[in-house]
């Protein structure tokens, strides 16, 4: 199946930063999703995005399919921005990323 | 807006009991999914129903069963729990296959 890995693991931000979260696939997708998990545990969608680019707010994605990745740009990055980002495929079954911890400091 | 909701928030169980965890959705959603959460190892998924009555394993179904008599709601059971079971559980659901998975807020369940 298809392998999904997302980089950085772990990224450490002052609030105020920008920053770019990559996910990469062993093979072409069409269905894309961005998670954002708060420290609550909580899982969040951010977007949906097989390909192009969607924007919302200070987020924004871009999915370029024929060259399996996607990227997560966060903007002025808040405290409230902090926990784990997860990028996911969705064939059959739905195959996670292990995900990018993001902390912002205040 | 699609509303998952997983029955507990925190769950503290004792080795050898049954335990049931339960997630309804409000959207009609064909498609549901349950998953655990480890440090370390991501989401891992359980087991998943493509529609009423029908469900399928997913990696790790070893440990666990399900239910699906209606189409809002997919239990998850621990037949006897064990303390390897200790764990992050999240529900989801989608529409159909292949559109947006929502989750549930999860339940913490301790096994002791």
């Known amino acids: 199946g298809?392998?999904?890995?997302?980089?950085?693991?772990?990224?450490?931000?002052?609030?105020?930063?920008?920053?770019?979260?990559?996910?990469?696939?062993?093979?072409?997708?069409?269905?894309?999703?961005?998670?954002?998990?708060?420290?609550?545990?909580?899982?969040?969608?951010?977007?949906?995005?097989?390909?192009?680019?969607?924007?919302?707010?200070?987020?924004?994605?871009?999915?370029?399919?024929?060259?399996?990745?996607?990227?997560?740009?966060?903007?002025?990055?808040?405290?409230?921005?902090?926990?784990?980002?997860?990028?996911?495929?969705?064939?059959?079954?739905?195959?996670?990323?292990?995900?990018?911890?993001?902390?912002?400091?205040? | 807006d699609v509303k998952v909701t997983q029955s507990s928030r925190y769950l503290v169980k004792r080795t050898g009991e049954k335990v049931f965890l339960e997630c309804v959705q409000d959207m009609d959603h064909e498609n549901m999914f349950w998953y655990r959460q480890d440090p370390g190892l991501g989401l891992r998924l359980i087991y998943f129903s493509y529609d009423v009555k029908m469900k399928e394993k997913g990696d790790i179904p070893e440990g666990y069963s399900v239910s699906r008599e209606k189409k809002e709601r997919f239990s998850l059971i621990l037949e006897s729990a064990s303390t390897n079971q200790t764990s992050m559980y999240l529900c989801a659901s989608s529409l159909v296959r292949g559109s947006p998975l929502h989750f549930g807020n999860g339940t913490r369940l301790t096994v002791t």
């Open chain 1, 2 to 106: 298809i392998q999904v890995e997302q980089s950085p693991p772990d990224l450490i931000l002052q609030e105020g930063a920008n920053s770019t979260l990559r996910c990469n696939f062993s093979d072409s997708v069409n269905n894309l999703q961005w998670f954002h998990q708060n420290p609550w545990g909580q899982l969040i969608n951010l977007f949906y995005i097989p390909s192009g680019t969607k924007q919302n707010g200070r987020l924004s994605a871009t999915t370029v399919a024929t060259e399996r990745y996607s990227l997560l740009y966060i903007s002025s990055s808040q405290t409230t921005d902090s926990g784990v980002y997860f990028c996911a495929h969705r064939d059959d079954k739905i195959i996670f990323g292990k995900g990018t911890r993001l902390h912002i400091l205040p």
